[in-house]
């Protein structure tokens, strides 16, 4: 079993900056791939983001591509989405998720991830 804990969200203006962690506990981190998906009320959940065990590969939602970096330390056990030019149609509750079935290609379904934290909200205000 993996557990996974989000922080970081909250209320920020348009074109402001929020950081969200997700910490990993329960299972070699260094197994999990991860990924950042996004709900908004009425809304599918939507993929954000992902990295592979290494870190050494990512891939975004074209939503948020050039505004978001997602990155990971395995020896902290932690992964990270920079958020940066937030718009108001970024506002959601954002999830962390690990899988230990795939590394490579990032996968981009919310079935493929296994673990899930219980979510943070980002809001973001015009």
């Known amino acids: 079993q993996v557990q996974l804990v989000e922080s970081g969200g909250g209320l920020v203006q348009a074109g402001g900056s929020l950081r969200l962690s997700c910490a990993a506990s329960g299972r070699a981190f260094s197994n999990l791939a991860m990924g950042w998906f996004r709900q908004a009320p009425g809304k599918e959940r939507e993929f954000v983001a992902g990295?592979?065990?290494?870190?050494?590969?990512?891939r975004y939602g074209d939503s948020v591509k050039g505004r978001f970096t997602v990155s990971r330390d395995n020896a902290k056990n932690t992964v990270t989405l920079q958020m940066n030019s937030l718009k108001p149609e970024d506002t959601a509750v954002y999830y962390c998720?690990?899988?230990?079935?795939?590394?490579?290609?990032?996968?981009?379904?919310?079935?493929?991830?296994?673990?899930w934290g219980q979510g943070t909200q980002v809001t973001v205000s015009s």
């Open positions: 998720a690990a899988s230990s079935r795939f590394s490579l290609p990032i996968r981009v379904n919310s079935y493929e991830y296994d673990y």
């Open positions: 990295i592979n065990w290494g870190g050494g590969t990512t």
